[in-house]
């Protein structure tokens, strides 16, 4: 089946090139002039109300966002938009969220059949510039942005925008999503630890000691040779047991580009320093601390070792306690675990890794009428959930609902605001003022005293968003110490990224597999380097700094 | 006299063969156990071929899910359009392309285009264009009406109908029979173990289908019962999650709930094999044609 899908991906790819030189050809710019008469109110109210279509990804948990009879196409937040700015939204068609969304998306652009406003990735954005189906908006943002809206769209640097402007010119909003909760965390068994008298992990040092003695002493103290050191799944970067978090320990950054020295980007993967870090990851492998399958296994499959107690020891990021984590403490009450900061092998911080968190952005078919009402939807989305008169009981988590705020179309959201939301919670804590917490804070911290108070079900959260332990309160020491190292390329596909990236990715993740199972010497290494860059790597390399040039 | 050589033979052949089918059978038998063990067994990946800490409560869940019903009302209906839509147009074309060309002229022509659309398709972007500028999307005929005619099929009936003796329709035509006569008297009757043959793969490729369905369906209220599947197992892919999605991640491992979804929708496929079983009998005309 998957074999047909690909055959269909390509002629579809083949198809779309086809399509839109063909779309190109019919040329319908229509100078607006009419905007001058447009109010330029950020939050006017369209009287009498217009429609505007979207398409929409629907997944099982929106079952949860809906209350008391609410449907996709009729909930209160497009009761809000009707009501309130005068925009009736329709549904061109729906699709589940994944590759169903992403196949029908495609057709669709393919065809020429898009609606009025439609979120896209940075890679769709640019072919529709190319095929000039969409609108340019720099003026309209600036002039229809709310204050409040405009703080929380900039609040992430100029990436967001970055990724959406050609030429000096912007075609896309933002779909504001975290960047730094990208960031990865030494998650550790403790109650392990505690048992074979480990100390807690400061170094990368105590980091292998621990990754050995969970492997080699039998810490579920079953007599059996059955735990592994450190869990790695067969995509080596996933969010759940990958690998980023123990590059970064070596100040390697593979995936990523980073400024160097004199001040050029480069690609982080072929950094000497990454060599340092799969040597490692070799002897580790060679010595069975990492699961002799890992290379077949994904996330899931891997999910089994520490639900079963055969693994107390991964890379991850904030959310792992919720899954896989919570499974293990389901099956074993006394499992406990921690997260810690990222190890690092010398004196100088490990500093995570993250890539820029919002991946779509809000674009406008070019023959829409009302083509500021996208801006005005986006105004309100931020203004109902964190603005002044915000209504979170209502919009964002009403009771016995669940990520209600997800009914709307746009969904940008503050950056930062789960870092924040623990904040909250701390110092409430400190003060014994819980009572007065608000929004999601409040709901949150709900979550964490019923695990305090026995409901065991709720662990994940507390490991999360607890304010003695909470995970959150190591993010919060990596955005006070700026720890992150960001991803300084942030643009559309460059031309030759477009055609080679795939290859080089996949060369990339199988050469480094290869080595950490042994099967290639670590000078296979310096070899991926040489190959990489005659691959088209050196060529990328220059359109990345070209692109940086301009950006900056 | 069996040789000790052709025992051997019989021998080995006959443990490759319960081999292969024991290899066949496994998946289905551990998609059956999942569905029926608890979800924190099958999350530490417990369960083997016989369902640990036993519970019927997937298929309780499953039975109170208003969209798998639903889904596979949509794939009965389909199965019920599209089979006898297939089954009617395969025996009327194959029919007249199975004369001789001096019966009916155009049968060389229809054959050779029947058998082009067999290795040249106009590919997705222009067959999606088509089904919805004739305003089939997100109804059902968009399931059906594209897939009415079934080439290799038709291919198969023609062959077929090419093989009965000749003097049994010389005979019912002498009698006075005329060509519908003939058609649903004499070779329908005769045909029963291909036709029974072709109906099975029509339903099979109706039942299977899923990308039509995906792409053609506006609203996955009408999404067949595969294409409603493949949104319930497609994994996660965990490099992409973000943190809007916490609520959704306890969902990832209910891996016993997709088992019972999975397996229940094998199950009226499985059970229309028994049904056709009968009509595979072979040498119907032996004896028809004498001297």
Known sequence: ?552 | METKGYKYFTWFNNVFLILLALACLFPLIHVLALSFSSSSAAAAGEVMLWPVEFTLSSYEYVAAKSEFWRSMFVSFQRILLGGTINFLVTILLAYPISREPKEFKPRTFLAWFLFMTMLFNGGLIPWYIVIKEAGLLDTIWALVLPNAVPVFNVILLINFFRQLPKELDEAAYVDGAGHWTILWKIYIPLSLPVLATVTLFSLVMHWNSWFDGLILMNKPDNYPLQSFLQTVIIQQDLSMITSGDLEGLSEISDRTLKSAQIFLGCLPIFLVYPFLQRYFVKGIVIGSVKG
């Open chain 1, 1 to 552: 089946m998957t074999k047909l899908t690909k055959l269909f991906l390509i002629l579809l790819f083949g198809c779309l090139f086809i399509v839109i030189t063909a779309c190109s050809n019919s040329d319908t710019t229509i100078d607006d002039n009419s905007s001058s008469e447009k109010d330029k109110e950020p939050f006017g109210k369209y009287d009498p109300a217009i429609d505007v279509s979207f398409v929409r990804s629907i997944d099982s948990t929106l079952d949860l966002a809906l209350v008391d009879g609410e449907t996709i196409e009729d909930n209160v937040w497009l009761d809000y938009y009707r009501d309130e700015l005068g925009i009736n939204v329709t549904y061109d068609w729906t699709a589940s969220a994944g590759d169903q969304f992403d196949q029908k998306m495609n057709v669709s652009l393919a065809s020429g059949d898009i609606p009025d406003f439609v979120s896209v990735n940075a890679t769709q954005l640019n072919q529709l510039v190319k095929a000039d189906m969409i609108m340019e908006l720099t003026d309209l943002y600036e002039d229809y942005v709310a204050p409040f809206a405009k703080e929380v769209l900039e609040s992430d640097g100029s990436g967001p925008f970055d990724a959406a402007t050609i030429d000096g010119q912007l075609w896309g909003l933002p779909n504001m999503s975290s960047s730094i909760d990208g960031a990865e965390f030494v998650w550790v068994r403790t109650d392990w630890l505690e048992k074979l008298g480990l100390p807690e992990p400061k170094t990368m040092d105590d980091l292998l000691a621990i990754s050995e003695a969970f492997t080699t002493q039998d810490p579920d103290g079953n007599g059996k040779d059955d735990t592994t050191g450190l869990a790695v799944t067969k995509d080596l970067w996933d969010g759940y047991a990958g690998l980023k978090g123990f590059f970064n320990g070596f100040h390697a950054y593979p995936n990523i580009w980073i400024k160097d020295a004199s001040g050029e980007i480069v690609y982080g993967s072929i950094q000497p320093e990454v060599k340092e870090a799969l040597q490692t990851l070799q002897d580790m492998f060679g010595s069975g601390q990492i699961d002799r399958e890992f290379g077949v296994k994904p996330g899931d499959k891997v999910a089994e070792d520490p639900a079963a107690g055969r693994n107390g020891l991964h890379f991850g990021q904030q959310w792992t306690s919720l899954w896989p984590l919570q499974a293990n403490r389901d099956n074993d009450p006394n499992a406990q675990w921690k997260a810690y900061p990222l190890v690092s092998v010398d004196d100088q911080p490990a500093r995570p890794q993250i890539t820029l968190g919002t991946t779509s952005w809000w674009v406008v078919r070019k023959d829409v009428e009302h083509e500021e009402a996208i801006v005005k939807m986006f105004n309100g989305f931020i203004e109902k959930n964190w603005g002044e008169t915000a209504e979170f009981d209502k919009y964002y988590m009403p009771d016995g609902a669940e990520g209600t705020w997800k009914l709307s179309p746009p969904t940008p959201s503050p950056p930062n605001k789960n870092l924040d939301a623990f904040l909250a919670i701390r110092e409430a804590v400190g003060n014994d003022t819980t009572d007065q917490l608000e929004g999601e804070a409040k709901v949150i911290n709900g979550r964490v005293s019923a695990f305090e108070d026995g409901d065991d079900s709720l662990w994940g959260w507390e490991r999360i968003y607890g304010p003695e332990e909470g995970v959150f309160g190591i993010m919060d020491e990596y955005v006070n110490q700026d720890l992150f190292m960001r991803d300084e390329f942030n643009g559309a596909p460059t031309p030759t990224m477009a055609e080679k990236n795939a290859t080089l990715e996949q060369l990339q993740n199988e050469v480094f597999t290869k080595i950490i199972l042994g099967d290639a010497d670590i000078d296979e290494f310096d070899k991926f380097v040489e190959d990489w860059k005659s691959l088209g790597g050196e060529q990328i390399t220059q359109e990345v700094n070209e692109w940086y040039q301009n950006v900056n």
